[in-house]
T-cell receptor
Framework: GQNIDQPTEMTATEGAIVQINCTYQTSGFNGLFWYQQHAGEAPTFLSYNVLDGLEEKGRFSSFLSRSKGYSYLLLKELQMKDSASYLCAAMDSNYQLIWGAGTKLIIKP | TAGITQAPTSQILAAGRSMTLRCTQDMRHNAMYWYRQDLGLGLRLIHYSNTAGTTGKGEVPDGYSVSRANTDDFPLTLASAVPSQTSVYFC??????????????FGPGTRLTVL
C-alpha cells in the first residue's frame, strides 16, 4: 500500500532550527511536496523535490533521498509565525498526491 | 488575484439532505481536486478532474459526485448527507497533472457539519 509517515507533533524554540522528517512508500514516484497549514486555513505550497539533494529557499530547505524514501523539511531562525502544521505529500505514478497526516510544530519563546 | 474561492465557508446540514459545495478558480488551471481533511488523517482525495469535461474517482468517492462543465468551476455534491461526512472540504487546482507545473493550490475550505 501507499503510506506517508511523519511525526505528529514537534516543539522548538524561537530562533532555533528544526528538522521535520517524512518517509514515504508509493507506487511509483513523481516528486515530494511540503505544504504549510496554519490552524483553520488552507495548505500553502512550500517546496517540491524530485531529484536527490537539498533545495534551499530562504529560511526553509527541503531534502530528498529517493533511494531511502525519505525527505525532510529544515526550518532555520524559527519565528513564532512558523507555528503551523507541515504536510508531506508524495506524488505517485498516477500523479496523485498521497498525503501524510501532518506535523504540528509548536514554537516557544 | 482571487485564486480559488469556495462557498459556503461553513454549513450545518441535517442528515439526509443534499448539498453542493462550490469551487471556482480564475487561474485557468486544467486540473481540479476535492479533498476532505479530518483530524489525525492526511488529506484524502474525493474526486478529481484533469481537464474540463472529465472527472475521476479518488480515494474516498462514495456519497459524493462532481461535474466539470467548464475550466473554472468544480462543484461537489452530497446527494444524501450522513454524519460521517462531517469534515473540512478543500478544493484545489493545478496547471497540469505531470511535470513541474503540477503544484496544487488550495481554496480556503468549507467546514461542513452533518447532524
Amino acid at each position: 500500500g501507499q503510506n506517508i509517515d511523519q511525526p505528529t507533533e514537534m516543539t522548538a524554540t524561537e530562533g532555533a532550527i528544526v528538522q521535520i522528517n517524512c518517509t514515504y512508500q508509493t507506487s511509483g514516484f513523481n516528486g515530494l511536496f511540503w505544504y504549510q497549514q496554519h490552524a483553520g486555513e488552507a495548505p500553502t505550497f512550500l517546496s517540491y523535490n524530485v531529484l536527490d539533494g537539498l533545495e534551499e529557499k530562504g529560511r526553509f530547505s527541503s531534502f530528498l533521498s529517493r533511494s531511502k524514501g525519505y525527505s525532510y523539511l529544515l526550518l532555520k531562525e524559527l519565528q513564532m509565525k512558523d507555528s503551523a502544521s507541515y504536510l508531506c505529500a508524495a506524488m505517485d505514478s498516477n500523479y496523485q498526491l498521497i498525503w501524510g497526516a501532518g506535523t504540528k510544530l509548536i514554537i516557544k519563546p | 488575484t482571487a485564486g480559488i474561492t469556495q462557498a459556503p465557508t461553513s454549513q450545518i446540514l441535517a442528515a439526509g439532505r443534499s448539498m453542493t459545495l462550490r469551487c471556482t478558480q480564475d487561474m485557468r488551471h486544467n486540473a481540479m481536486y476535492w479533498y476532505r481533511q479530518d483530524l489525525g488523517l492526511g488529506l484524502r482525495l474525493i474526486h478529481y478532474s484533469n481537464t474540463a469535461g472529465t472527472t475521476g474517482k479518488g480515494e474516498v468517492p462514495d456519497g459524493y459526485s462532481v461535474s466539470r462543465a467548464n475550466t473554472d468551476d468544480f462543484p461537489l455534491t452530497l446527494a444524501s448527507a450522513v454524519p460521517s461526512q462531517t469534515s473540512v472540504y478543500f478544493c484545489a487546482s493545478s496547471d497540469s497533472t505531470s511535470g513541474d507545473t503540477d503544484t496544487q493550490y488550495f481554496g480556503p475550505g468549507t467546514r461542513l457539519t452533518v447532524l
